[in-house]
């Protein structure tokens, strides 16, 4: 298997703007996961899915995030508009089980000036 | 209060030498995962353990659940070695995944 695969691998975009960030998790993964990296913060949740279901999306931190899952093997994350506090790096990630290991995806590099 | 903690945050080593990052949790988990981040790239899942310990080559990966609290040893430690090593507790029953703030390694030739 390729493992879990985003796109973009980087993404540079003017504040205002559209953003999607794409994941295709595991083939057979149940779990999937978006994360968000930053220095000051760290690596935080900001949404999961099981079976293609939202179960938390209690870390997405505005009504500007949505995240979708339509089917097994894609889900997006998209920000509307975007700002440059949104910067990070997005991770995504897939396991087959909720306490089994995760596998993560190289992540999206987002700046937003 | 960050409910999972790392120490030390920044870690300096020579070649060879043996290693140790603690990493302590005030919350109930089911499951405390080691994650290994290199500078520039992707993270990489080392350890998922719930009780006992794990050996991988030169890692070793220990959880006492009494105590809350868990270790990443490295034997002989390498330059490769350098990078960023992250616990996570799987927290509660929603399977999310609490994260410390990481350790920064680095290993000196």
């Known amino acids: 298997d390729a493992g879990v695969i985003q796109s973009p691998r980087h993404e540079v975009t003017e504040m205002g703007q559209e953003v999607t960030l794409r994941c295709k998790p595991i083939s057979g993964h149940d779990y999937l996961f978006w994360y968000r990296q930053t220095m000051m913060r760290g690596l935080e949740l900001l949404i999961y899915f099981n079976n293609n279901v939202p179960i938390d999306d209690s870390g997405m931190p505005e009504d500007r995030f949505s995240a979708k899952m339509p089917n097994a093997s894609f889900s997006t994350l998209k920000i509307q508009p975007s700002e440059p506090r949104d910067s990070a790096v997005y991770f995504c990630?897939?396991?087959?089980?909720?306490?089994?290991?995760?596998?993560f995806g190289p992540g999206t590099r987002l700046t937003v000036t | 209060k960050n409910e999972v903690e790392q120490s030390p945050q920044n870690l300096t080593a020579q070649e060879g030498e043996f290693i140790t990052i603690n990493c302590s949790y005030s919350?109930?988990?089911?499951?405390l995962h080691w994650l290994q981040q290199h500078p520039g790239g992707g993270i990489v899942s080392l350890f998922m353990l719930s009780s006992g310990k794990k050996k991988h080559g030169r890692l070793i990966a220990t959880i006492n659940i009494q105590e809350k609290h868990s270790s990443l040893h490295i034997t002989a430690s390498h330059p490769r070695d350098s990078a960023v090593y992250i616990c996570?507790?799987?927290?509660?029953?929603?399977?999310?995944?609490?994260f410390g703030k990481g350790t920064k390694l680095s290993v000196k030739p």
């Open positions: 919350v109930g988990i089911s499951a």
């Open positions: 990630a897939s396991s087959r089980d909720r306490t089994y290991e995760q596998y």
């Open positions: 996570a507790g799987h927290g509660g029953s929603q399977g999310n995944l609490i």
